[in-house]
C-alpha cells in the first residue's frame, strides 16, 4: 500500500520525476521551494508548495527543521529526498522518523556505517568485498607513519578525505616527495568542506573505469541488484555521460559485481535504493570497491530503461514496507537494449565550462522512440544561481549501442535552449570521437584525450541578417515616431524575424540551408 501524499524535499527535474510516479499511483504530491524557485515547474506540478526560505540551499533546502515542519504543515506521511541536499543525511532521516512520517530512503544507522570511506572500508573488508589497497586513518601531522604506509601501497597513490564527496580532498601523489603537501591540501579542504580533517591513502588504479552497480533492498531480507552502469567520462570527478550495460563487462564480470553489491549493502542493514560504485582495472580486470550512494543517483534512468523497471515505484513500495520479488536463482537479469545519457548542464564548453546562467527564452525538447528529456527547463525560466548547473537529462535507448549512439546523435541535434548556453556541443563531439564509440575509456580519459572541435564560423548571411534586421528595426521606430504606419510592414519583414531569431537563438530559416540552429547550442 503506497502513501496518500507525499513531500518531495528537493528541486528542478528530480522533484518533477518523483511527482511524475506519484500521479501514476495516485499519490498526493507536496513541493517545498525557496524563494528563487517560486515560478519552478516542481511548484507548478504540485497539488500542494510551501516556501522554505530565502534563494541559498543553506537557507532553504538544507534546514531539517523547516522540511519537517513544511511536512507536518502539509500533513505529508513520508518524504522523498531525491539526490543532493539531505539526500544522504542521517540526521534527517531520524528527524523523519522521530516526527512519524516515512522516510523513502535508508536508515539513518546504514547511512552512518556508509558516510565515512574509512568506515565504509572497513566494513567492506569484514564482508568481503575487495577494496582498493590502502591505509586507513592518517593523522596529517604524523608524517612517519604516512611515509612508511604510502611505501607499503606503493606510487601513485591518492590522499583522500574520509568525508569527502563531489571529488573533493583527493589529491594524487606520484613520488614520495608530494607527499607531505598533499596531506596539507587534502586535510585543510576536508576539514573546510565537511567539518572532518581525517585522511586515508589508497592506491591510484591508473587506468580505472568507474562502473556501479544499482541496488534496491527491502525490509524483509531480498536485496536486488538491476546490474551495472559505465560512469567513466568525468571532468574534475564529476560524471557527464552514463550508459547501461558496460561495454567493457561481460556476464560472468557482470555476476561478480552484483554479488559484491549485494553483500556490501547486506552488512549495514540497508534498505531502499542505492548504488554501489567500483573501480575496474583496465589492465587487470579486476575490480575495487569505492564507495555507496545512500540514495537514488542522477543517472537512474538508463538503469530503469534497460531492466524495464520504474526505481521511483520500487522506492515508494519498499518504503511502505511490501516486498521485492525474489532476485532469481540463475542472478541478475539481463539487459535489454542500450541506454546513455547526457548531463545537459548550463556551462560553455568553449569557454573552459564557465557557468552560463540568465533567463531561458526557448526550449525544444527532442521527441521520437526512445528518446527522454527529464528536465526543469520551461519557456521564460530564470535559472537561478544558487544551485547545481544540472538543467536537464538527455537519455536515450536503442537495440545496441551502435544505435543507442546515432538515437543520442540525432537527438542531441534536435535539443535547442535559447537564451543560456549548455554543454550539449560537447555531448555531440563526445558522440562522434573514436575512442568513446570504442567504449575506450577510463576515469582519466576526458582530461587527457579529448579536446573540443574549434567553434564553428558563424554563416556571414546570419551578419547581414542582423545588420538589415537592425536597420529595419530602426526604420519602423522612425515611422511610429512620425506617425506613420505602425510596425505591420516592418513586423513581417523576412529580414527583422531573422535578426530577432538569430538574438535570441531560435530557429533561422534560410533559403540555401533550412532551418538552422541558432548559436552555439545547435546544428
Not at 81 to 101: H, R
Not at 258 to 282: I, K, M, P
Not at 427 to 443: C, E, K, N, S, Y
Request: aromatic content about 6%; some cysteine; glycine content about 10%.
Amino acid at each position: 500500500m503506497y502513501f496518500r501524499r507525499l513531500l518531495i524535499a528537493n528541486r528542478g527535474e528530480i522533484a518533477l520525476r518523483v511527482q511524475r510516479t506519484c500521479r501514476e499511483l495516485g499519490i498526493e504530491t507536496v513541493a517545498i521551494y525557496s524563494e528563487a524557485d517560486r515560478n519552478s515547474l516542481h511548484v507548478r506540478n504540485a497539488d500542494r508548495a510551501v516556501c522554505v526560505g530565502p534563494g541559498p540551499a543553506i537557507e532553504s533546502y538544507l534546514v531539517i527543521e523547516k522540511v519537517i515542519a513544511a511536512a507536518v504543515e502539509s500533513g505529508a506521511d513520508a518524504i522523498h529526498p531525491g539526490y543532493g541536499f539531505l539526500s544522504e543525511n542521517a540526521d534527517f532521516a531520524d528527524a523523519c522518523e522521530a516526527a512519524g512520517i516515512t522516510f523513502v530512503g535508508p536508515p539513518g544507522s546504514a547511512m552512518r556505517q556508509l558516510g565515512g570511506k574509512v568506515s565504509a572500508r572497513r566494513l567492506m573488508e569484514e564482508a568481503g568485498v575487495p577494496i582498493v589497497p590502502g591505509a586507513n586513518d592518517i593523522d596529517p601531522s604524523d608524517l612517519e607513519r604516512a611515509r612508511a604506509e604510502a611505501e607499503r601501497v606503493g606510487f601513485p597513490l591518492l590522499v583522500k578525505a574520509s568525508a569527502g564527496g563531489g571529488g573533493r580532498g583527493i589529491r594524487q601523489v606520484d613520488e614520495p616527495g608530494q607527499l607531505e603537501a598533499a596531506m596539507e591540501l587534502s586535510a585543510s579542504e576536508a576539514r573546510s568542506s565537511f567539518g572532518d580533517a581525517t585522511i586515508f591513502l589508497e592506491r591510484y588504479v591508473q587506468r580505472a573505469r568507474h562502473v556501479e552497480v544499482q541496488v534496491m533492498a527491502d525490509a524483509h531480507g531480498t536485496v536486488r541488484a538491476y546490474g551495472e552502469r559505465e560512469c567513466s567520462v568525468q571532468r574534475r570527478h564529476q560524471k557527464l555521460v552514463e550508459e547501461a550495460p558496460s561495454p567493457a563487462v561481460e556476464p560472468d564480470l557482470r555476476q561478480r559485481l552484483c554479488e559484491a553489491a549485494v553483500a556490501a549493502v547486506r552488512s549495514c542493514g540497508y534498505q531502499n535504493a542505492g548504488t554501489v560504485e567500483f573501480l575496474l582495472d583496465d589492465d587487470t580486470g579486476e575490480f575495487f570497491f569505492l564507495e555507496v550512494n545512500a540514495r537514488l543517483q542522477v543517472e537512474h534512468p538508463v538503469t530503469e530503461l534497460v531492466y524495464g523497471v520504474d526505481l521511483v515505484a520500487q522506492q515508494l513500495a519498499v518504503a511502505a514496507g511490501e516486498a521485492l520479488p525474489p532476485d532469481p536463482a540463475l542472478g541478475p537479469p539481463e539487459p535489454e537494449g542500450w541506454a546513455i545519457e547526457c548531463r545537459i548542464n548550463g556551462e560553455d564548453p568553449y569557454q573552459n565550462f564557465i557557468p552560463s546562467l540568465g533567463l531561458v527564452d526557448r526550449v525544444e525538447a527532442p521527441l521520437g522512440p526512445g528518446v527522454r528529456f527529464d528536465s526543469m527547463l520551461f519557456d521564460g525560466l530564470d535559472v537561478p544561481v544558487y544551485y547545481d548547473s544540472m538543467l536537464g537529462k538527455l537519455i536515450v535507448w536503442a537495440e545496441d549501442r551502435s544505435l543507442a549512439l546515432a538515437r543520442m546523435r540525432r537527438a542531441l541535434d534536435d535539443l535547442l535552449v535559447a537564451g543560456v548556453v549548455t554543454n550539449a556541443p560537447f555531448h555531440r563531439a563526445l558522440m562522434d570521437h573514436p575512442d568513446f564509440i570504442a567504449g575506450a575509456v577510463h576515469t582519466k580519459w576526458l582530461e587527457s584525450s579529448f579536446q573540443m572541435p574549434p567553434l564553428p564560423e558563424q554563416d556571414p548571411r546570419e551578419r547581414v541578417a542582423l545588420i538589415a534586421g537592425a536597420i529595419a528595426s530602426e526604420l519602423a521606430a522612425a515611422r511610429r515616431q512620425a506617425g506613420g504606419p505602425a510596425a505591420g510592414a516592418a513586423s513581417t519583414s523576412r529580414w527583422l524575424r531573422a535578426a530577432r531569431s538569430r538574438a535570441s537563438g531560435l530557429p533561422v530559416r534560410t533559403a540555401a540551408s533550412g532551418w538552422r540552429r541558432a548559436g552555439r547550442g545547435g546544428r
